[in-house]
């Protein structure tokens, strides 16, 4: 069986006209344009797109001057059993430490020592929960000597005094512990040596650029008689 052929009309020019006069008659998107509420939803949709590309632009910015530092110690690594002697069983002295990576957009530091496993409920009511916090130390400072108070302000601990507390854990009991050291973008946080360290911690967050962490462990041993 043999299909019937199909015929196509032959087209035999094409003469678009892409002019446009004012006897023809207005397109739909002038037409639309000239009703004063399209044209302000318009207006209002450059804005938005216009100020999305600023924020973006800005954010993007902003990131690729992120700002970053290191925190470490001779005497142990992140993770390690924290040395007797940085601990009330030792001398209880403070670590040495160094800070690398300080950039100029760091204006001062500060660092907090905290135990992770304090019992909150023998603390219960009070915001001096830290075993050691100093802030508005200058950015200058890349070292802090072992058993040396540093420069700056010292915040009220955990036993009631202004100074370095080592770890006291109860015997045979093994507590986490952290230090924290913070860049920050101001040149004085304005926290009285009498704040509590949740009250620091809020401060250093609206000026914070960046921090480094070491985190140690520590088991209570017999006190010696």
């Given at each position: 069986?043999?299909?019937?052929?199909?015929?196509?009309?032959?087209?035999?020019?094409?003469?678009?006209?892409?002019?446009?006069?004012?006897?023809?008659?207005?397109?739909?998107?002038?037409?639309?344009?000239?009703?004063?509420?399209?044209?302000?939803?318009?207006?209002?949709?450059?804005i938005i797109v216009v100020s999305g590309i600023v924020w973006l632009t800005n954010r993007t910015g902003?990131?690729?001057?992120?700002?970053?530092?290191?925190?470490?110690?001779?005497?142990?690594?992140?993770?390690?059993?924290?040395?007797?002697?940085?601990?009330?069983?030792?001398?209880?002295?403070?670590?040495?430490?160094?800070?690398?990576?300080?950039?100029?957009?760091?204006?001062?530091?500060?660092?907090?020592?905290?135990?992770?496993?304090?019992?909150?409920?023998?603390?219960?009511?009070?915001?001096?929960?830290?075993?050691?916090?100093?802030?508005?130390?200058?950015?200058?400072?890349?070292?802090?000597?072992?058993?040396?108070?540093?420069?700056?302000?010292?915040?009220?601990?955990?036993?009631?005094?202004?100074?370095?507390?080592?770890?006291?854990?109860?015997?045979?009991?093994?507590?986490?512990?952290?230090?924290?050291?913070?860049?920050?973008?101001?040149?004085?946080?304005?926290?009285?040596?009498?704040?509590?360290?949740?009250?620091?911690?809020?401060?250093?967050?609206?000026?914070?650029?960046?921090?480094?962490?070491?985190?140690?462990?520590?088991?209570?041993?017999?006190?010696?008689?």
């Amino acid at each position: 069986m043999r299909l019937p052929k199909l015929r196509f009309p032959r087209i035999r020019h094409i003469s678009p006209s892409l002019s446009w006069s004012p006897n023809q008659p207005q397109s739909w998107v002038v037409r639309w344009l000239r009703n004063p509420y399209n044209a302000t939803l318009i207006i209002l949709l450059v804005i938005i797109v216009v100020s999305g590309i600023v924020w973006l632009t800005n954010r993007t910015g902003s990131s690729s001057k992120k700002v970053d530092i290191q925190l470490s110690s001779p005497s142990f690594a992140n993770g390690d059993n924290l040395p007797t002697q940085f601990t009330c069983d030792g001398e209880n002295i403070s670590p040495e430490f160094t800070i690398k990576k300080v950039s100029k957009e760091v204006k001062t530091l500060a660092i907090i020592f905290e135990d992770l496993d304090i019992d909150k409920e023998q603390y219960k009511g009070s915001p001096y929960l830290a075993q050691q916090m100093v802030w508005n130390i200058p950015a200058t400072v890349t070292t802090f000597v072992q058993g040396v108070r540093p420069p700056g302000t010292m915040g009220r601990t955990i036993s009631g005094n202004y100074n370095y507390n080592g770890p006291c854990p109860p015997v045979g009991k093994t507590h986490n512990y952290r230090f924290t050291v913070y860049a920050l973008s101001t040149d004085s946080l304005a926290v009285g040596a009498d704040s509590g360290v949740e009250d620091l911690k809020k401060a250093i967050s609206a000026v914070e650029l960046s921090k480094s962490e070491l985190n140690v462990s520590y088991t209570g041993v017999n006190k010696k008689d």
